[in-house]
């Protein structure tokens, strides 16, 4: 059975910092894709970033510059190092596990920047 589990999010300051860890278990092979989206009241989950196996990285334009995707193969974790943060990331941010064709998620962890 495939779980992802994430952890840290919180309150924050304009400007301040967060990181928010994910792990993966019940993966036996290396996982093809893993990454964060986030969803904000009223609007539609989107993409903030994701990387491959091989380390590529993709982040969605809002967050390039200020946010830091990295990944441990070895033990399928994904972590999101974000900065400079902005009332605009305010937001229900959830890890994503894509393996064998299919997409698993986490719980979603709450984000909340303050002006």
């Known amino acids: 059975q495939v779980q992802v589990v994430e952890s840290g999010g919180g309150s924050v300051q304009a400007g301040g910092s967060l990181r928010l860890s994910c792990a993966a278990s019940g993966i036996i092979f290396t996982i093809n894709s893993m990454g964060w989206y986030r969803q904000a009241p009223g609007k539609q989950r989107e993409l903030v970033a994701d990387i491959t196996s091989g380390g590529r990285t993709n982040y969605a334009d809002s967050v390039k510059g200020r946010f830091t995707i990295s990944r441990d193969d070895a033990k399928n974790t994904v972590a999101l190092q974000m900065n400079k943060l902005e009332p605009e990331d305010t937001a229900v941010y959830y890890c994503?596990?894509?393996?064998?064709?299919?997409?698993?998620w986490g719980q979603g962890t709450q984000v909340t920047v303050s002006s």
């Open positions: 994503n596990a894509y393996w064998a064709y299919k997409n698993y």
